[in-house]
């Protein structure tokens, strides 16, 4: 069992930035694929960026070039930078994770076992 806890959002201005923190309670965190989710009201929850243990990443298309994800092996962590924010960017942002299985990464919700709580982020325009 693993619990992914979220840190990190809020309310920013057009333009800005947010680093979003998932902190996990794994005892093997490097066999877990992190990702990241958001869902904004009315909408379906959307895929953002997942990253296996050795680094290798995907992104949305949609957001290649200002989001960034990354993680931190030693401190069970992976992280979602996000840049240049706009206000259709304003969602609740998942973290998500899987036991590694395949050699790419998984995109859907469905493919994902566990989940955090979600933590909000507004951008005002």
């Known amino acids: 069992q693993v619990q992914l806890v979220e840190s990190g959002g809020g309310l920013v201005q057009a333009g800005g930035s947010l680093r979003l923190s998932c902190a996990a309670s794994?005892?093997?965190?490097?066999?877990?694929?992190m990702g990241w989710f958001r869902q904004a009201p009315g909408k379906e929850r959307e895929f953002v960026a997942a990253i296996r243990w050795n680094g290798s990443t995907n992104t949305a298309n949609s957001l290649k070039g200002r989001f960034t994800i990354s993680r931190d092996n030693t401190r069970n962590t992976a992280y979602l930078q996000m840049n240049s924010l706009k206000p259709e960017d304003t969602a609740v942002y998942f973290c998500a994770a899987y036991v590694q299985s395949a050699i790419y990464i998984y995109t859907r919700p469905a493919e994902y076992e566990y989940w955090g709580q979600g933590t909000q982020v507004t951008v005002s325009s």
């Open positions: 794994a005892r093997t965190f490097n066999i877990y694929v």
